[in-house]
């Protein structure tokens, strides 16, 4: 029976499912978690913000209790904010986000040391630069600094940094709120140094996002004064704390901060900051994504319950075309319970084989992808997608063994309901029944 | 002579859309052990019919058919088959033989479905030396690896008598064996029918031809869903 062409069909068919299946659910996938995992090591793994732009108050207090915890790896203070940026010469302003770090210890608590190119080893220098010492450097975004990539995804460096400068402005607050210098000149102003770039490759970061060093961020927000403030303070746990359960220490440390800090002055500004879990504080750029994967996860179901329906279309055709046998094989005495076993094993064979088959041809397809378009693109000049739009560096190509599990028995089990049901209804009739109706 | 097979009072009536065709119309009918009985009748007589109710292929819509005085309407499904497999044998006008087996695999298939997996182990090789015979008897020793379609009309007919035989049942039913078969090729298994009978073996033949019905020991004769 495996060697007839419908069963070599049906083989082809349950293959060609579990292939598309394997192969679109491992690509999306991989965006998505590529895209989670760029916005986990932006972030951290826990972030304890506020969203007004005059910051919270004592957090050099907070960060002494946190990183006196063995469940916190890191924890580094940033001043976040929005600015105007100019290079010197030019009467273009371009709207900024700011963000001042301690580099090194920001690159202890985030993924952002290695989003660096020349300092990617030594993230603690990345304001580090050779030319004028009194000016400090800086890390600016690479699409804000090179505009994009060229069409193969590749953005250029030379081996030298060329000297570049900005001058940055911001307007400056006082912990009330206020403009802190409503009667001169509005603004503070410092020039900076190009030092390095930035590439976490998220789009709306690398395009907007320039890191000072976090004294100078301070002082050009107006957070200097003596209640120090900041806008956020990102954590990395250590590394037998999950995600979660740091949080929630976090969190619960925050309520006896507050609760110490209550009658301090400026401890309303402590009343807005919020302790999240990256996924939280990444909400608004993870959403979309997520909704998008869910829309697809109930796509993949409605294309489940088609291949399960194209697999019991196959089943019927082929019992139904067996039917004659199964009148001989009733004739001679065999019971219904066998007959519906032999072609439950007949359809797991097929399930098994087909899916392996598909499997094993998608595996193999998704390994390659990368280097079928890249030959692709050099052949032809043709891409999947364009690099310079879009933020995806490769093809996901890291099949999940849990993933392909889960296809295979899925295939088996609809190959087995799409024969169960033809195969009992023909085991049911007499063979008197099935073999006249195939005489005629 | 015992009586082997026996049909009391058998009715059959097929729903054909709104009308119905009254097939069998309370037929009776006895077989003794090692007759070699003949049912003939024009086409649509019921002959065909009875013999599907006899090998439990199809059911009687009233009356009975009892086998060695045991009422085969009380079968369990699990006796059922068990009848269908080893107390008679069935030859059918079309052979239908399985095409995706060989000649042998064909005649060896009441036999498996009999001992089940783990018993046809311990049972194959007499089991085989079984089929072996059967086939070098019916002149088939040397087509045992063909598939039904390299064969001929007779030797499909002699394969399907084989298998029909590899249980040793008591009672061998055939439905118009020789139907489509030329008139030598039939004549042929019309002598084989005969040698079996002559080893014994009862047989029950159905047939449209007044001439092949004349090989019987006994000629039943159906009109009109009645023996006349």
Known sequence: MLKRRITILAIASIALCVFITLVVMTVHNGIVNEFKGKNHRFAGDCVVSTDSLVGFTYYEDFLAELRAKPFVFAAAPAIKSFGLLNQPGSDINIGIEITGIEPGEFSRATGFGKTLYYNRLQPQDAFAHNYDKNLPGCVVGIIMMQGGTDKSGKYHHSSFRSRYEFSISCFPLTAKGALAKMSTGLVNSKTFIYADDSHTQIPKVDSKMIYIPFHFAQKLCGMDGPDKRVNAIHIKFAENTSVSEGTEKVKALWQSFLQKNDDKKYANLLQNVTVQKWTDFRRSSIAPMEKEQTMLLMLFIMLGFITVFIIFVVFYMIISHKSKDIGILKSIGISAISIVNIFLAFAFLVGAIGSLVGAVCGWAFVSKANDIEAWLFEEYGWQLWDRSVYAIGAIPDQVQINVVTLIVISAVAASLLGALIPSIQAARKTPVEILQVNQL | ?228
């Not at chain 2, 097979?5 to 009918?29: F, H």
């Not at chain 2, 009999?114 to 089929?131: C, L, P």
């Not at chain 2, 040698?195 to 159905?206: A, P, R, S």
């Open chain 2, 1 to 228: 002579m015992d009586t082997i097979i026996s049909a009391t009072g058998i009715c059959k009536t097929y729903k054909l859309g709104q009308s119905t065709l009254e097939v069998l119309k309370g037929l009776d009918l006895s077989v003794n052990e090692g007759e070699f009985v003949a049912i003939v009748g024009a086409s649509g007589s019921g002959k065909s019919t009875l013999l599907h109710i006899l090998g439990a292929l199809d059911k009687a819509d009233a009356g009975n058919v009892r086998y060695k005085q045991r009422d085969i309407a009380s079968f369990s499904q699990k006796k059922l088959n068990l009848y269908r497999n080893g107390s008679v044998g069935f030859v059918f006008q079309f052979y239908h033989l399985l095409d995706e087996l060989n000649v042998l695999e064909n005649v060896l298939l009441p036999a498996m479905a009999k001992h089940g997996t783990i018993g046809w182990f311990s049972h194959k090789k007499s089991i085989k030396a079984r089929a072996m015979e059967l086939l070098h008897r019916f002149g088939l020793a040397d087509r045992i690896k063909h598939r039904p379609y390299q064969l001929s009309g007779g030797e499909r007919q002699r394969v399907a008598i084989a298998r029909a035989l590899i249980n040793q049942p008591k009672l061998l039913l055939a439905d118009e064996p020789t139907g489509n078969l030329d008139s030598e090729t039939g004549n042929g298994i019309l002598k084989v029918l005969e040698q079996l009978n002559g080893d014994g073996q009862t047989v029950i033949m159905v047939t449209h031809d007044d001439n092949i019905a004349s090989r019987g020991h006994k000629i039943i004769r159906l009109a009109d869903g009645k023996i006349v």
